[in-house]
């Protein structure tokens, strides 16, 4: 038994020494004149580097959105393999791609009424990371290929039944890491 907890801590020990955890995330806000419509984002998200390629995290996301008569919060889980492509020399730049999976469940709210909402997708984000120095670093990610669909109270919340190629600024956020 004593062997097995060995070598165990050897084999966490020499993954660790070329790993890479890192926290961090993104908050947004969006209001819409036209809709009539509030929407507040905040996305905390971990992370571990599992080599310079790979990566493998996930955020846990909270959205509250008004929308006229309809008020909802969102949770959502999005566990992702990222995969960089592209590192600059001095690695100041770094360019990734994260294929995600995402399931989000919450509770719309028509007037006194409450319903149960959810809704799900699965895609590809791309982005770019600056590392600021080696502990911080400053991440962007912008568009969605990918499909995601909705029950009717999500939709009555703001999210929709989509699926195809989205560079909106919608799909644009934008975060700062902290790398242990």
């Known amino acids: 038994m004593k062997k097995f907890f060995a070598i165990a801590l050897l084999a966490v020990a020499s993954l660790s020494a ?16 036209t809709a009539d419509s509030d929407s507040f ?7 571990y580097e599992i ?3 790979w990566g493998v995290g996930t955020t846990i996301g909270y959205t509250y959105t008004k929308a006229d008569d309809v008020k ?13 492509y592209f590192r ?10 994260d294929g995600q999976v995402g399931l989000g469940i919450g509770s719309t709210k028509y007037d006194d009424d409450s319903e149960t909402a959810v809704y799900w997708n699965i ?3 791309p982005g770019v990371a600056i590392n600021i120095n080696d502990k911080f670093s400053f991440e962007t990610k912008f568009g969605f290929l990918g499909y995601q669909g909705a029950d009717k109270h999500a ?6 039944k989509c699926g195809g ?9 934008f975060g700062f890491f902290y790398h242990f």
Do not use: C, M
């Not at 984002?41 to 992370?47: H, N, R, V, W, Y």
């Open 18 to 33: 070329s790993a890479q955890v890192y926290l961090g995330g993104s908050v947004g806000y969006w209001h819409d004149d």
């Open 88 to 97: 600059t020399d001095n690695n100041l730049l770094n360019l990734f791609v």
């Open 165 to 173: 190629l989205n560079f909106s600024t919608q799909e644009l956020t």
């Open 123 to 125: 895609g590809f984000r």
């Open 72 to 84: 909802a919060h969102l949770f959502e889980l999005a566990p992702y393999a990222r995969y960089t």
């Open 41 to 47: 984002t905040i996305k905390p998200e971990i992370g």
């Open 51 to 53: 080599n310079e390629t």
């Open 155 to 160: 939709e009555a919340a703001g999210v929709h």
